[in-house]
């Protein structure tokens, strides 16, 4: 961590068992996995705690970017299924299937959640992924808004090899991704290993760089670019391509029509104009 990042840590941030949050520059949040002797695999608590963070910087008002990266070999190894208490369920053995289902419900559901806490975070979200990404660690990205690795990442849809489905993300998001159904068949039924030459040819991650430092030095950069930007112009932007992606052209515009009513009264808006007008250095803008 650089001497800026130890020393603009936010104290009032909460402190987590899995996962480090720290500030890299203004504006700018790294969560980043941190059970490096586990190859960050998810055990109960951080599943708990992934989205936890999530939803607490989408209310910071420092906050305007984060960050998502992964301390020691790994980005994941996905499940740790050493975790008995993952998918544990408490409660009589001889209770009816019906609600033994009922708590594996709400079991999927609550893991469900702590992903798709990236997807509504309003602050972009920037997964830098480094060596392997494994099972739940695809869902994971899969909910992140821009994806870089480096040249040593690879991406397994490993459930099927377990035992089970994919049901946290991977087969929902994944498709719309990438835009080809066929390919996610393949590797959704097959389990095989996409390196990280495939991941930018498919489109799943936008820039492949040679190791983690580089990685992670691109993603902060392009971090501090969107920081820049008016925090009420690029949250309502992640709103509405995430709001497009799942709705109609004619809804979509209505959605951003509503929006945009009340948000093109923001001063960001005249600041922005005014300084490209007169070829100003970029406008310092408000907290959102």
Known sequence: MSFLARNCSNSSMPQYETIAVSVHSPFVYNVELNRPDRLNALNKTMWREIGEAFQTLSDDKECRVIVLSASGKAFTA????????????????????????????????????????????????????????????????????????????????????????????????????????????????????????????????????????????????????????????????????VFSRDHTVDESLEHIATWNQALLQSEDLMMSAMAAATKSPPPTFSKL
Request: aromatic letters at 6%.
């Open 78 to 241: 996905g499940l740790d299924l050493t975790d008995a208490s993952l998918l544990a369920q408490s409660g009589d053995e001889d209770e009816d299937i019906a609600r033994r289902c009922q708590r594996m419900y709400k079991i999927i559901k609550s893991y469900q959640g702590s992903f798709t806490a990236l997807e509504k975070c309003s602050k972009p979200v920037l997964c830098a992924v480094h060596g392997p990404c494994v099972g739940a660690g695809v869902d994971m990205a899969s909910a992140a808004d821009i994806r870089l690795c480096s040249s040593d990442a690879w991406f397994q849809i490993k459930e099927v090899d377990i035992g089970l489905a994919a049901d946290v993300g991977t087969l929902q998001r994944l498709p719309k991704a990438i835009g080809s159904l066929s390919l996610v068949n393949e590797l959704a039924y097959t389990a095989r290993k996409f390196l990280a030459a495939e991941a930018k040819e498919c489109g799943f991650v936008n820039t492949v760089y040679p190791d983690k430092e580089s990685l992670l030095k691109a993603a902060f950069e392009m971090a501090t670019s969107i920081a820049s930007k008016s925090p009420v112009a690029v949250q309502m932007t992640k709103r509405s391509i």
